[in-house]
């Protein structure tokens, strides 16, 4: 098993910054990838950023592209995801997962076999 812990979210103004984290704890050598995924209230799920790995490949949703980083620390076994230029719309709870697979896209949210309890983010106008 798998246990993700997210923190860093909270509120801020539109145009500013923040940073999430995830740390992992458990078989984490079973990973191969971890992602942040989001969702609103009454909506679903939304792919935001993943990373492999071995840092190889990233993926983003093109609605964060050019605005959030997705990095990870594998001495801390953490996934760090910096969030800029913010707008309203960002608004949601951010969830840290992880999946195992190697042959299926990360920027799935279907992929993710772990996950966290989230961390609201809310971003004001």
């Known amino acids: 098993q798998v246990q993700l812990v997210e923190s860093g979210g909270g509120l801020v103004q539109a145009g500013g910054s923040l940073r999430l984290s995830c740390a992992a704890s458990g078989r984490t050598v079973s990973i191969y990838a971890v992602g942040w995924v989001r969702q609103v209230p009454g909506k679903e799920r939304e792919f935001v950023a993943a990373i492999s790995r071995n840092d190889v490949l990233k993926y983003y949703a093109e609605s964060v592209k050019g605005r959030f980083t997705i990095s990870r620390d594998n001495a801390k076994n953490t996934v760090y995801l910096q969030m800029g230029s913010l707008k309203p719309e960002d608004t949601a709870v951010y969830y840290c997962?992880?999946?195992?697979?190697?042959?299926?896209?990360?920027?799935?949210?279907?992929?993710?076999?772990?996950w966290g309890h989230g961390t609201q983010v809310t971003v004001s106008s």
């Open positions: 997962a992880a999946g195992v697979s190697r042959i299926h896209s990360p920027s799935m949210v279907a992929y993710y076999d772990y």
